[in-house]
Nanobody, 123 residues
Framework: QVRLVESGGGLVQVGGSLRLSCVASGRAYRENAIGWTRQAPGKEREFVAAIAWGRGKTYYADSVRGRFTIDRDSDEDTVWLHMNGLRPEDTAVYYC????????????????WGQGTQVTVSS
C-alpha cells in the first residue's frame, strides 16, 4: 500500500518562499506519476505540478510555472515542491498526489493522496 506524508506548509508573506516535502512509502508509487494538487476554501481541487517518477519529466499548471519547481530524490523516496514568489491566491491545502500518469494527474484522475499541508500567504 502506498502512503504519502506531506510536510513543510506554513504562513509566509507575499513574495516569500516555502518548500513542501512528501515522503512516499510502498514501492508501487515508483511506477506512477507523483505531484501536488491544492484546494483553497470554497474551491475545487486543482493541479499544481507533477513529475514522472522514472523519467523525471515535469509538468506545471500555468498559474505556478516559473515560480514553483518540483523534483524528487529516488534514494530518499521524497518529492519536493519549491515555491517562490508566493501570492495570496496560492493559499490552500496542498496534497501530495499520485496517478497512473502525469496527464491523468493534471486532469484530476488520482489514485491516492496524503493528508495535506496548509500553506497560507499573507498580504
Amino acid at each position: 500500500q502506498v502512503r504519502l506524508v506531506e510536510s513543510g506548509g506554513g504562513l509566509v508573506q507575499v513574495g516569500g518562499s516555502l518548500r513542501l516535502s512528501c515522503v512516499a512509502s510502498g514501492r508501487a508509487y515508483r511506477e506512477n506519476a507523483i505531484g501536488w494538487t491544492r484546494q483553497a476554501p470554497g474551491k475545487e481541487r486543482e493541479f499544481v505540478a507533477a513529475i514522472a517518477w522514472g523519467r523525471g519529466k515535469t509538468y506545471y499548471a500555468d498559474s505556478v510555472r516559473g515560480r514553483f519547481t518540483i523534483d524528487r530524490d529516488s534514494d530518499e523516496d521524497t518529492v519536493w515542491l519549491h515555491m517562490n514568489g508566493l501570492r495570496p491566491e496560492d493559499t490552500a491545502v496542498y496534497y501530495c498526489t499520485r496517478a497512473l500518469t502525469t496527464t491523468r494527474l493534471s486532469q484530476g484522475d488520482y489514485t491516492g493522496w496524503g493528508q495535506g499541508t496548509q500553506v497560507t500567504v499573507s498580504s
